[in-house]
């Protein structure tokens, strides 16, 4: 398996049910109530759900920047820069949306090998305060981006199970179901 293989179907997949809980808020909630979740925690110290949800962007382009070898674009500054602002400004879940869908776009334009082209290159990964990770692309892909992007999705996963919103396994893991036994689907 490549790097390629793992990263975009899995951050697709992952982005596509994100998309999906959101979506499932706004069925379940009046409006108000479902604008209100973005600014909703886990606990005071947390950043709130429209942070999640950048970050998780922001992992997917900074994978696809760091793992093809390109410069980090500007607007992935602006975008980091949003979401730890995104507290005092939420935004609507409709940018919500369109931030994922950017994500997607990004990862479905990229060829079958784009993330495996600078394999043997080693990758600086700087940390706002300074720290610097000397990886290899597997690496980075295995101990770093992966782990970052669930730990984002998971956080968001919870933010909405925790204000109400009826998620459960299979809204976790809906591309999973193309591979079910069809014998074997609970009544």
């Known amino acids: 398996m490549n790097i390629t293989s793992l990263i975009v179907p899995t951050y697709t997949q992952m982005l596509k049910a994100l998309s999906g809980w959101l979506t499932k808020a706004q069925t379940q909630m009046p409006k108000s109530d479902a604008e209100?979740?973005?600014?909703?925690?886990?606990?005071?110290?947390?950043?709130?759900?429209?942070?999640?949800?950048?970050?998780?962007?922001?992992?997917?382009?900074?994978?696809?920047?760091?793992?093809?070898?390109?410069?980090?674009?500007?607007?992935?500054?602006?975008?980091?820069?949003?979401?730890?602002?995104?507290?005092?400004?939420?935004?609507?879940?409709?940018d919500a949306q369109a931030r994922i869908n950017e994500a997607i776009a990004l990862l479905e334009e990229l060829s079958a090998d784009a993330l495996d082209k600078n394999t043997e290159d080693t990758i600086a990964h700087e940390l706002p305060n300074g720290m610097i990770f000397d990886l290899t692309a597997d690496q980075y892909a295995r101990d770093w981006t992966l782990g970052q992007f669930y730990f984002h999705i998971m956080t968001a996963y919870a933010i909405l199970?925790?204000?109400?919103?009826?998620?459960?396994?299979?809204?976790?893991?809906?591309?999973?179901?193309?591979?079910l036994r069809p014998e074997t689907m609970p009544s």
């Open 36 to 94: 209100a979740l973005l600014s909703a925690r886990l606990a005071p110290d947390m950043f709130p759900l429209s942070t999640q949800i950048r970050f998780i962007c922001v992992q997917v382009q900074e994978a696809v920047c760091r793992l093809t070898g390109e410069p980090l674009p500007e607007t992935l500054s602006a975008l980091l820069d949003e979401g730890r602002n995104a507290g005092e400004r939420p935004g609507s879940l409709q």
């Open 161 to 179: 199970r925790s204000n109400k919103v009826e998620l459960g396994k299979v809204d976790y893991i809906p591309h999973m179901i193309r591979y």
